[in-house]
Nanobody, 121 residues
Framework: QVQLVESGGGLVQAGGSLRLSCAASGSIRSINDMGWYRQAPGKQRELVAVIGRGGGTVYADSVKGRFTISRDNAKNTMYLQMNSLKPEDTAVYYC???????????????WGQGTQVTVSS
C-alpha cells in the first residue's frame, strides 16, 4: 500500500512563514499530479495549489504571490512554502497525490492525514 505522510504544520503569527512537506512511500511506479488542499471548520475543502510531474503549477487566487508549491520527484516528496500568512489561512492542510502503484498502470488518488495550520492575529 501507499502512504502520504505530512509534516510542518503548527501555530504561527500573522505575517510569519511555514513550510509543509508531504512524503509518499510504498510500491510506487510513478506519481502524477500532486496538490495541497485545506479545510477550515464548517467550510468545504478547497484546492490551494497543484503541481504536475513536470513542474507546472496552479494556485488558488487567495494564495498567489504568498505560497509556493514544489516537488522533489527523486524523494517522492512535495512541499508548500507559505509566506505572509494570514488568519484566513487557518485550516487543516491535506496532501493529495495521484499515484500509480505497482504492478498496476492506472493512477489512483491518495490523501494524507492532514496537518493543522493556525495563524494568530
Amino acid at each position: 500500500q501507499v502512504q502520504l505522510v505530512e509534516s510542518g504544520g503548527g501555530l504561527v503569527q500573522a505575517g510569519g512563514s511555514l513550510r509543509l512537506s508531504c512524503a509518499a512511500s510504498g510500491s510506487i511506479r510513478s506519481i502524477n499530479d500532486m496538490g495541497w488542499y485545506r479545510q477550515a471548520p464548517g467550510k468545504q475543502r478547497e484546492l490551494v495549489a497543484v503541481i504536475g510531474r513536470g513542474g507546472g503549477t496552479v494556485y488558488a487566487d487567495s494564495v498567489k504571490g504568498r505560497f509556493t508549491i514544489s516537488r522533489d520527484n527523486a524523494k517522492n516528496t512535495m512541499y508548500l512554502q507559505m509566506n505572509s500568512l494570514k488568519p484566513e489561512d487557518t485550516a487543516v492542510y491535506y496532501c493529495n497525490a495521484n499515484i500509480i502503484v505497482l504492478p498496476d498502470y492506472r493512477a489512483k488518488g491518495y490523501w494524507g492525514q492532514g496537518t493543522q495550520v493556525t495563524v494568530s492575529s
